[in-house]
């Protein structure tokens, strides 16, 4: 975490060693209450790991006058050009159909046994061009940015969806977000199809 800061620290005017021990020292205090700790194989964990490390960091390069845009401008702009690390699902119907299985048992999970914080997915009906897809309906990137009042950058998080869905031409399409005032964000995948980003 403390490498991924640097590099993206380094993209602005400021004293990058000072900026990521603020950052760590934030993190660190995040981390009392970061949700699935107790559950770090939860398919969700990583993911969420990773929004906190860019939300510690831009909270020190705030400090330092960074504007929201230009942070999630470099942010986007990195994963763009890291390597890819492969699509969710496979592109084979019958390995997708079997990995999409268990995602379904995870999604069913998350509504029985969600805690504060957690992500709560819901399964999407079926949809014209559409090979499959979810919704979340209770966004953990929102309520962790919510907390320490940093939803300015949420949109940003959105966005690495639809970044990493290009990498691997998953065919994202979107309609909204929790973090743009969508009741819920809904995910719609068609590999190989034409992407609908988030505006």
Sequence with gaps: ?????????????????????????LFGDMLNDMAYLHNPQHPMAAPLFMCNVNLALYLALKDEGVDVHDFGTAMLTGLARAPSQGPQFPEDPDKRASAYAGFLGMMEETQ?????????????????????????????VCHA?????????????????????????????RHGSIALGARHCDFRYQPGGGPRRLA
Aim: with cysteine; charged share 30%.
């Design 145 to 173: 940015y919510a907390k320490y009042d940093a939803m300015e950058l949420a949109p940003y998080m959105c966005a690495t969806d639809d970044v990493q869905s290009d990498k691997d031409s998953q065919g994202l399409r």
């Design 1 to 25: 975490a403390r490498e991924r800061m640097g590099k993206l620290a380094s993209n602005f005017t400021v004293d990058v060693d000072a900026a990521v021990e603020k950052a760590c020292a």
């Design 112 to 140: 029985r046994n969600a805690n504060p914080g957690e992500v709560v997915l819901e399964e999407s009906p079926p949809e014209p061009d559409t090979a499959w897809g979810y919704n979340i309906t209770s966004c953990a």
